[in-house]
């Protein structure tokens, strides 16, 4: 059953609600190439947002509404203007928010091969809110998700980011773990799974942190091709069909944010983004950062595919961890 048709069956309208939370995509360049990357992330790739859409991102900044900005990526830091962004919004009484992979301040900037080890300091300077992808908190199934050696420098960011105030009860410095399943599974119950994670991470390497996010991998981009190359899509899919839940449906992130790409298209979220799925006004106008205009994009309708299965299913997914 496509996914339209069970919103259908469950008679569920799930319209946009609002605009809390403006996730951007500032570059697809990465330092690292994860086999669940539903981006294609890499070191080879160059896309980034230009100057004139970089702009149009700090004006929509001033919309009351928009409470959190969302940097993304690849790794976001890697964007030649990274350092502006942060230092302009900072003063606009936004959330900043960076997906940052505790990596990547150890490895020399992909282009121009600058050192990167300036992050952390500047991530506390500006009270940057973190959210960190650590898959496990043992080394092996991290490093076969993400890459010999990761599983390491992720400790020591986190370690470096704790020394700094990071995760510490009182300091205002926040930085969230987020676990991906390593396979076609659906992740286990997230406040058991952070549990477990606190006391592993704090009994091992004295780390502690905020909240776990759970994230369920959707069948997209690099994480698809994985699943078809090892005949494993289909049996995903089906398993995604029966947890779907009409509970965690009404709690998708599509129905408060908006996703912008390097180019300035703008999205429902960042997985519609990936399949180039750009939104539309009613009257069929694909939208941009050219053309915004807040009120024809709330009473858009959001656009469907089968891999929203990925955000209903069990407690739910989004880019905040489980929806209920």
């Not at 669940?36 to 509404?65: N, W, Y």
């Not at 599509?254 to 009257?283: I, P």
Request: hydrophobic share 35%.
């Amino acid at each position: 059953m496509n996914f339209t048709s069970m919103l259908d069956r469950h008679q569920l309208q799930l319209t946009p609600q609002s605009i809390d939370t403006l996730q951007v995509n500032l570059t697809k360049l990465c330092n690292q190439a994860c086999r669940h990357c539903h981006v294609d992330s890499s070191p080879k790739r160059t896309e980034a947002l230009g100057d004139a859409h970089f702009e149009k991102v700090i004006a929509l900044l001033q919309v009351p509404q928009i409470k959190t900005l969302d940097l993304t990526g690849g790794a976001p830091e890697l964007h030649p203007r990274f350092r502006e962004l942060i230092e302009r919004v900072a003063g606009l009484g936004k959330k900043i928010m960076v997906r940052h992979n505790l990596t990547v301040a150890f490895d020399p900037h992909p282009q121009t091969g600058e050192s990167m080890l300036w992050l952390h300091e500047f991530f506390q300077k500006h009270k940057v809110s973190l959210v960190s992808s650590l898959p496990y908190y043992r080394e092996f199934l991290t490093d076969r998700q993400r890459g010999q050696g990761v599983f390491k420098k992720s400790i020591l960011g986190l370690q470096t980011l704790n020394h700094l105030g990071y995760g510490v009860a009182g300091s205002g410095l926040e930085i969230n773990l987020v676990y991906n399943p390593v396979g076609h599974y659906l992740p286990p119950e997230q406040s058991g799974l952070e549990a477990e994670y606190k006391k592993e991470l704090k009994q091992n390497f004295n780390i502690v942190f905020n909240n776990l996010f759970a994230i369920t991998n959707l069948p997209v981009k690099r994480f698809k091709d994985d699943l078809q190359r090892n005949g494993q899509l289909e049996d995903y899919m089906e398993k995604l069909i029966n947890a779907f839940n009409p509970q965690a449906a009404l709690g998708v992130m599509c129905r408060s944010m908006l996703s912008v790409s390097w180019d300035g298209k703008v999205y429902d979220c960042d997985f519609n983004q990936m399949l180039e799925m750009q939104a539309r006004t009613l009257d069929k106008v694909a939208v941009s950062l050219d053309n915004f205009n807040i009120e024809s994009f709330l009473n858009r309708n959001i656009l469907w595919a089968d891999h929203c299965y990925g955000c209903t299913a069990g407690a739910g997914s989004s880019c905040g961890g489980t929806t209920t």
